[in-house]
């Protein structure tokens, strides 16, 4: 191997220039890219977190007022007597509905969040439209009905809400709006 002083002129420019500019340029750069890929992983890391914070507080909102309209109309004396009232034609059955436009309502206020109520009753005289169901061999099969009605009257979602009713008049089925939960 052969020492600085034995090298040539050309030889010990190209050297002295490797040492002195390429090496360090090497060195920052390097130093540049980890610094300004911390920063990005980082903002991206807050962004992230940001968005999530927000399609989770978006989350709790609907399903805030699907278990308030729940709420109200597990405690609603109209509709209680309109589920357990004994029709005896479906003109009558279509009058009584006609006049109670509670759950349409909700409906309409908590369009972004509530996609569809429907109500399963026992009572063999309802006229089905849509929002009120007949139960039938079918649905009290399906899981979910089988622990709405175990639960009696306890909403369910990551915590439980216990409302104290003791008379057994249906089923609540409220589904949230699947596209707006998907844009989220």
Not at 22 to 37: A, D, E, K
Not at 50 to 61: D, G, R, S, V
Not at 112 to 127: D, G, Q, V
Request: net charge positive.
């Amino acid at each position: 191997m052969r020492k600085f002083q034995d090298l040539k002129l050309k030889e010990k420019l190209i050297l002295s220039f490797i040492v002195v500019s390429f090496i360090p340029i090497l060195i920052l750069g390097t130093v540049t890219i980890i610094h300004f890929r911390d920063f990005a992983l980082s903002s991206s890391a807050k962004e992230i977190y940001n968005e999530l914070n927000l399609a989770k507080l978006k989350i709790m909102e609907m399903t805030n007022e699907a278990v308030n309209t729940a709420n109200k109309l597990m405690i609603d004396q109209r509709l209680k007597e309109l589920l357990l009232y004994k029709y005896t034609s479906p003109l009558e059955a279509y009058l009584r509905y006609s006049q109670y436009k509670d759950i349409e309502n909700y409906k309409t206020l908590y369009a972004k969040a509530i996609y569809r109520i429907r109500i399963y009753s026992e009572n063999p005289t309802i006229l089905e439209n849509g929002v009120f169901c007949k139960t039938k061999k079918e649905i009290e099969q399906e899981e979910w009905y089988k622990l709405a009605v175990q639960l009696n009257g306890f909403i369910i979602w990551d915590l439980i809400y216990q409302d104290v009713y003791n008379e057994k008049f249906g089923v609540l089925v409220i589904n949230l709006n699947k596209l707006e939960m998907k844009d989220l």
